[in-house]
């Protein structure tokens, strides 16, 4: 079994920041990828951003300049730091674990930027 426990979203005015957080624990083995993607009403579930090993790291074009992804290997732990947010950003956030057998999703978090 893995858990991935997110924390850090909520309603936040445009221009604002938030951090979300999201620590794995349990079978955790080998990990490829962790990251997050996001999930607007009506829209299907994107990639924001991951980060690939341990070392490089993956952006939607969309964030670049604006989010940083970071991660804690010693703790399983992956950080977004989401910085002059838009009403755009508004979704749930889901953070993602991906080990070279099996893929986890959190229940997810949800991010609302009011205008």
């Known amino acids: 079994q893995v858990q991935l426990v997110e924390s850090g979203g909520g309603l936040v005015q445009a221009g604002g920041s938030l951090r979300l957080s999201c620590a794995a624990s349990g079978s955790i083995f080998s990990i490829n990828a962790m990251g997050w993607y996001r999930q607007a009403p009506g829209k299907q579930r994107e990639l924001v951003a991951v980060i690939i090993r341990g070392a490089s790291t993956t952006y939607a074009d969309s964030v670049k300049g604006r989010f940083t992804i970071s991660g804690d290997n010693a703790k399983n732990t992956v950080y977004l730091q989401m910085n002059s947010l838009k009403p755009e950003d508004t979704a749930v956030y889901y953070c993602?674990?991906?080990?070279?057998?099996?893929?986890?999703w959190g229940q997810g978090t949800q991010v609302t930027v009011s205008s």
């Open positions: 993602n674990l991906n080990q070279f057998h099996r893929v986890d």
